[in-house]
């Protein structure tokens, strides 16, 4: 038995229920893990898998680093913590006042949270802190608009949420300014829990095969 290409050694059928080989893997840049199966003895069978997602952590991204600086709203500021990336673009400055960054000018800044899978759902919480210039503005995410925040010197979320990374495991904070200012301090995101998927594949019966052809099976967004 190989996954992703890398041997795990040998497995051994019998009448037993019990997994015949367990391990850990990373996702390839597609989202995908291969097992591939090598046919050695007279017969190379395959009853079932289990796929589940190891736990991961919420992860708070705090962008209080910088100071008291002026930035170019169009350049990028990239954070990356525990395999996801946070890419800020369409601020103007950072401020100890707004505990990270903050707009002052019309328009639209946003926050990209990337090394999600995709299609898969995410919590988050959006934290704005304002000891000056707090305002309400609209946010939306993923192009969707989830309602007005309000920046203040609680150091609670702002606004909390659940949304589904898009096809390039992608989510996408937008903040429009309509205040004086517009601030941004850290995110929260943490990925909705998957429970373990047992996919079995004892459906078909007795039937012959075409070994160039696919089989499809489905389950909890796995496929």
């Known amino acids: 038995l190989s996954v992703n290409g890398v041997s795990v050694g040998s497995t ?10 367990t391990g850990t893997n990373t996702a390839d840049g597609s989202g995908k893990i291969t097992f591939s199966f090598t046919r050695r003895t007279h017969h190379v069978h395959l009853s079932s898998l289990d796929i589940e997602a190891a736990q991961v952590n919420s992860v708070k991204m705090s962008f209080n680093d910088r100071g008291d600086k002026t930035l170019s709203a169009s350049s990028q500021y990239m954070y990356k913590s525990n395999g996801y990336t946070f890419t800020l673009k369409g601020w103007t400055h950072t401020r100890n006042y707004a505990k990270g960054f903050l707009r002052n000018q019309p328009g639209t800044a946003t926050a990209v949270v990337s090394g999600l899978v995709p299609g898969r759902q995410y919590a988050w919480k959006v934290y704005q802190y304002a000891s000056s210039y707090a305002g309400t503005n609209p946010l939306s ?10 920046s203040s010197t609680s150091t609670d979320a702002t606004m909390t949420g659940a949304s589904t990374a898009d096809g390039s495991g992608k989510i996408t904070f937008s903040f429009t300014r309509r205040t004086h200012h517009v601030h941004l301090s850290s995110l ?3 990925a909705a829990q998957v429970n373990s998927v047992k996919m079995s594949f004892n459906d078909r019966g007795d039937k012959t095969l075409t070994a160039s052809s696919q089989y499809v099976y489905k389950s909890n967004g796995y496929t």
């Open 12 to 21: 051994t059928s019998s009448t037993s229920t019990d997994a015949t080989k």
């Open 141 to 150: 995410v993923n192009g969707v608009a989830v309602g007005s925040t309000t």
């Open 188 to 190: 929260d995101i943490e």
